[in-house]
């Protein structure tokens, strides 16, 4: 079975620009999270889809929307790059996403924003 | 609001057993992971908890006390292969997974 796949695995960009992010999750699995994760705040949740529906979101600003589609992979947008959004973007999938499962991850995007 | 707390490093010998610690205080509760990330790469799942004791899954094994809000991971018989960071993250149903800080255990031989 094959795992989590996120593609690109770098990018590089600057200030202003917007960044499209993508992930497919393993074959069955319907949740999928998006996690930000710097040396200094750790892993954190951006938010997650089942369903083509975003059914939970942490604390981050408007900038960093998401969207799923019907075959459950997902994309992560952020607008209007700034400097601290340098990291590496992590997507998770579940099966169903309700906490009794556990998530595999991807290998990541490491966003570096110049 | 949600806290969950670890050490920030650790350091043991080839061989020896380690414990690493997790608090926690979350809004909602349905669930306790431990994850083990290797530099550079994705985190893997090692263990999860949702009722009180311990879990024994080879080298590794995880308690919970939900009473307390505590946790900890046991590493038995270490490897050097064992030197990662090691995560633990709550499943808040207000929130998602929660994950500490992480602990970056070193494996001297």
């Known amino acids: 079975k094959a795992g989590v796949t996120q593609t690109p695995r770098y990018l590089i960009k600057t200030r202003g620009q917007q960044v499209t992010l993508s992930c497919s999750p393993i074959s069955g699995h319907r949740s999928v999270s998006w996690y930000q994760q710097t040396p200094g705040q750790g892993l954190q949740f951006l938010f997650e889809?089942?369903?083509?529906?975003?059914?939970n979101k942490g604390n981050f600003p408007g900038r960093f929307s998401g969207r799923q589609f019907s075959n459950s992979r997902s994309e992560m947008n952020v607008s209007t790059l700034e400097l601290g959004d340098s990291a590496l973007y992590l997507c998770?999938?579940?099966?169903?996403?309700?906490?009794?499962?556990?998530?595999?991850f991807g290998p990541g995007t490491r966003l570096t924003v110049l | 609001g949600q806290n969950i707390d670890q050490p920030t490093e650790m350091t043991a010998t080839e061989g020896a057993i380690v414990q690493i610690n997790c608090t926690y205080q979350t809004s909602g509760f349905n669930g306790l992971f431990w994850y083990q990330q290797h530099a550079g790469e994705a985190p893997t799942f090692l263990s999860y908890?949702?009722?009180?004791g311990l879990e024994e899954k080879g080298r590794f094994s995880s308690f919970l006390s939900r009473s307390k809000g505590y946790s900890y991971l046991l590493l038995k018989e270490l490897q050097m292969k064992d030197s990662a960071s090691y995560l633990c993250?709550?499943?808040?149903?207000?929130?998602?997974?929660?994950f500490g800080p992480g602990t970056r255990l070193s494996v001297l031989p």
């Open positions: 908890n949702v009722l009180d």
């Open positions: 998770a999938s579940s099966l169903v996403g309700d906490g009794g499962n556990e998530q595999f």
């Open positions: 889809y089942f369903s083509e529906t975003q059914r």
């Open positions: 993250a709550v499943w808040d149903y207000g929130q998602n997974f929660v």
